[in-house]
């Protein structure tokens, strides 16, 4: 899935690909070994503008529950006490910006709503690939500081768990009909 077309003729509207894409994390725990994650379920969708990259957004959803560190108390724990999914069952971005940095470059910036608080990030993404001008692939991420938000436990996680948490990106996306 490699075949470069130009961006022009990727404007449309698009929809994320699930078995495709992945939306991980990697958080700093003590004695610097890193927690690796991601998010199993999510929908979302862009729409892209070649000509004028100002004019695409991007929307997604991600089921909060869904977080898979392959620990199940370490997930049962995100989930409870961290994210507190029975009262913010999701995790929302959605596009207030598009800016093309050049080449295959791009900062998407947006609100990041998690556990009800809503805060603007830059997510950088770069095109890695065409499929004809009907599927896109982006990878890219952000690192947040996850205090911001009030992702956190208690005292004790505040020191053993760095409060930066990297967002890992791997978009796949078709073109809708």
């Known amino acids: 899935m490699t075949t470069m077309t130009t961006l022009s003729a990727l404007t449309g509207d698009y929809v994320l690909d699930p078995a495709r894409t992945r939306i991980g994390f990697v958080a700093k725990h003590t004695l610097a070994t890193r927690v690796r994650g991601r998010f199993e379920e999510f929908e979302g969708g862009a729409h892209l503008d070649g000509d004028d990259p100002s004019r695409s957004g991007v929307r997604l959803t991600i089921r909060a529950a869904s977080i898979d560190t392959g620990n199940r108390r370490r997930d049962d724990q995100l ?3 961290f994210l507190h999914v029975a ?3 999701t995790l929302t971005f959605t596009s207030t910006g598009v800016r093309h940095l050049g080449g295959t470059g791009f900062a998407v910036t947006g609100a990041l709503t998690i556990r009800g608080v ?3 990030v830059t997510v950088n993404l770069e095109l890695t690939g065409t499929r ?9 991420g952000v ?3 996850r205090n911001d938000w009030g992702v956190n436990a208690n005292a004790a996680t505040r020191v053993m ?3 930066k948490v990297a967002l ?3 978009v796949a996306a078709i073109r809708r009909a």
């Open 79 to 81: 989930r409870d006490m």
């Open 168 to 170: 890992e990106l791997d």
């Open 132 to 140: 004809g001008e009907s599927e896109v692939s982006f990878t890219g």
């Open 161 to 163: 768990v760095s409060p």
């Open 87 to 89: 009262d913010h069952p």
């Open 118 to 120: 809503t805060k603007p």
């Open 143 to 145: 690192t947040l500081d």
